[in-house]
């Protein structure tokens, strides 16, 4: 009997931990898409579900604009209709992939202004 209790328990407990783990990233995905909606206008949001990227102007340059992809990835600084560099932003977490896209839109803003 002792066996077996202990087999479930070895069983069960990193299935316990899986379903927890999925339920709270479910719950997060949700949340981040929430606020990814908030953040940007329709256009933008649907844009973004229809091509995988959102294209984000430079307030200080015309002529250039960030290419940032719906999941994690690496951004493209288009410039004169150009791919000029990639850049890359990287979290020390899981970050939801909504939120990599709110990120990188919030600070193109930011760095717009100062």
């Excluded at 579900?49 to 002529?63: A, V």
């Excluded at 992809?69 to 990287?90: F, M, S, W, Y």
Aim: glycine share 4%; proline share 4%.
């Amino acid at each position: 009997m002792k066996e077996v209790t202990l087999v479930y328990v070895l069983f069960a407990l990193p299935l316990g931990v899986s379903l927890g783990l999925w339920w709270f990233n479910a719950r997060a995905e949700r949340r981040a898409r929430q606020l990814l909606q908030a953040v940007l206008t329709q256009e933008q949001y649907r844009h973004l579900l229809q091509r995988g990227y959102l294209d984000i102007r430079s307030p200080s340059h015309q002529e250039r604009f960030y290419r940032v992809p719906k999941a994690p990835g690496r951004v493209h600084l288009i410039e004169n209709e150009q791919l000029q560099t990639d850049l890359c932003l990287q979290t020390l977490d899981w970050v939801p992939n909504a939120d990599f896209v709110v990120i990188h839109k919030l600070m193109m803003a930011s760095s717009a202004e100062h």
